[in-house]
């Protein structure tokens, strides 16, 4: 079986054998879906069928519910990236799922066809980075060149960095788990210390892509006034935003240092400006979402900003200052 192969197979799993059937039916010829009738059948294709790319679970299910599910898949298939995609539209519910530090995106159904398709071909394009990137850590480790040097000080110097930040406020890192060291457990995007890697790795190269920033407007206001629950929320709803009007499948997303940034490495023909400009029509409508808070519930407007600039003849320093500063001025 070839990898292109592996990387269309999506595992839908349900109690529904309707929803299953309504799938199969809408995606056959984009995708290749095999459906499972609950958590256990689900655990069996697995072990016969796989691997699969992505996984998608409702989390309502008898016997074996969706989040048991989803963690005995992670020990069967940790690579394969997982969906939740439920009748439960509580925020509260999907950030539960997102904090496990596996759930790729929470969707609610009903779910657009446009949207599920999207959602699906972004979660594939992120297997396949996940398996590009692990070949290019093996490559770098068994190199022995100045830049691969220079990228792998440059990782170490940020997961410094994020361990200061953590011994700071508390918490901790639990670092026998891999999501811990490379996805953001909030969002299921790939974190910081992977963004650097990134950015190293094409700092490096011949011809380097362009670098856009995403930074969430007014996040220490929103935090300090209405406390971290919502200021979670809000950028759980940014980086889906993100993912879906400014259509970053094509690209890389990562969850950036700061609390209110989001980055992406760019492969597109377009001159920079036109590119930036894009991006900007594309998120200029903020979102309005009401929030519940401990004493009320609260409408907050939501704005994300864009930067965007080349890497090329720039430093992982100057790179870092860039970001800094742009995402300091919504803040």
């Not at 779910?111 to 972004?122: E, K, N, R, W, Y």
């Not at 997961?159 to 490379?182: M, N, V």
């Amino acid at each position: 079986m070839t990898q292109e192969t592996l990387n269309k197979k999506i595992l839908f799993v349900d109690d529904d054998v309707n929803i299953l059937s309504a799938f199969q039916r809408s995606l056959r010829g984009s995708f290749e879906i095999v459906g499972a009738l609950g958590g256990e059948k689900a655990l069996q294709e697995l072990e016969t069928k796989g691997p699969f790319a992505v996984i998608v679970s409702d989390l309502r299910m008898p016997r074996m519910g969706g989040m048991e599910f989803l963690a005995r898949a992670y020990e069967v298939s940790p690579a394969s990236i997982q969906l939740v995609l439920s009748g439960t539209a509580e925020v509260s519910v999907a950030i539960e799922a997102l904090n496990q530090g596996r759930i790729f995106r929470f969707l609610t159904k009903p779910c657009a066809p446009d949207v599920l398709a999207a959602t699906l071909t972004a979660a594939l394009n992120q297997y396949q980075l996940g398996i590009t990137q692990k070949s290019i850590m093996e490559t770098q480790l068994q190199g022995d060149s100045a830049e691969i040097l220079d990228s792998l000080k440059a990782l170490v110097e940020t997961g410094k960095q994020r361990i200061a930040e953590l011994a700071q406020t508390g918490e901790s890192i639990q670092s026998d788990s891999p999501a811990a060291s490379s996805t953001d457990p909030l969002t299921g995007l790939f974190g910081p210390d992977a963004a650097c890697l990134a950015i190293a790795t094409a700092l490096a190269s011949d011809s380097p892509p362009q670098l856009a920033v995403f930074s969430v407007q007014r996040m220490e206001f929103m935090r300090s006034r209405y406390g971290q629950a919502v200021s979670d929320q809000v950028m759980l709803l940014a980086s889906q935003h993100l993912a879906t009007n400014a259509e970053l499948t094509g690209d890389t997303l990562y969850r950036w240092k700061g609390k209110s940034d989001f980055i992406a490495l760019l492969a597109r023909p377009e001159p920079l400006e036109a590119v930036k400009l894009d991006l900007q029509r594309s998120l200029s409508n903020p979102i309005n979402q009401f929030f519940e808070t401990m004493s009320r519930c609260v409408f907050l407007p939501i704005k994300i900003t864009v930067d965007a600039f080349s890497l090329a003849h720039a430093s992982m320093d100057e790179v870092d200052a860039r970001i800094e500063a742009f995402s300091s001025m919504g803040n």
